[in-house]
């Protein structure tokens, strides 16, 4: 397809867990950087994992211990297990690929999903 597609966000209550899933277009190469943003309404767009191409992972501090990333370059796929929901983790989430981990913001260089909603209930 011409877009990633991001799969997998629902409605949760706090404690619980979901599996995001992201296929990636067809213009992904499995030398690109993967990475997983979400949004809140009223908040800037927040990355919250990464994953490079040969595996090394890096985590925003606020879900380190509780989300983990995965990636299976023969699907052109990447997925984001999300345990421990809080009611913070709420938003948009968007996966994301780029040639390199640092182009992942820069939207001349990355490609970008439609976004799945996550809603976590206290």
């Known amino acids: 397809q011409e877009h990633h597609v991001e799969s997998g966000g629902g409605s949760v209550e706090a404690g619980g867990s979901l599996r995001l899933s992201c296929e990636a277009s067809?213009?992904?190469?499995?030398?690109?950087?993967m990475g997983w943003f979400r949004q809140s309404p009223g908040k800037d767009r927040e990355e919250v994992a990464r994953?490079?191409?040969?595996?090394?992972?890096t985590y925003a501090d606020s879900v380190k211990g509780r989300f983990t990333i995965s990636r299976d370059n023969a699907k052109r796929t990447v997925y984001l297990q999300m345990n421990e929901l809080k009611p913070e983790d709420t938003g948009m989430y968007y996966c994301?690929?780029?040639?390199?981990?640092?182009?992942?913001?820069?939207?001349?260089?990355?490609?970008w999903g439609q976004g799945t909603q996550v809603t976590v209930s206290s």
């Open positions: 994301t690929t780029a040639g390199d981990c640092g182009w992942l913001l820069l939207p001349r260089y990355s490609s």
């Open positions: 994953i490079d191409s040969d595996g090394p992972t």
């Open positions: 067809k213009y992904f190469v499995t030398t690109h950087c």
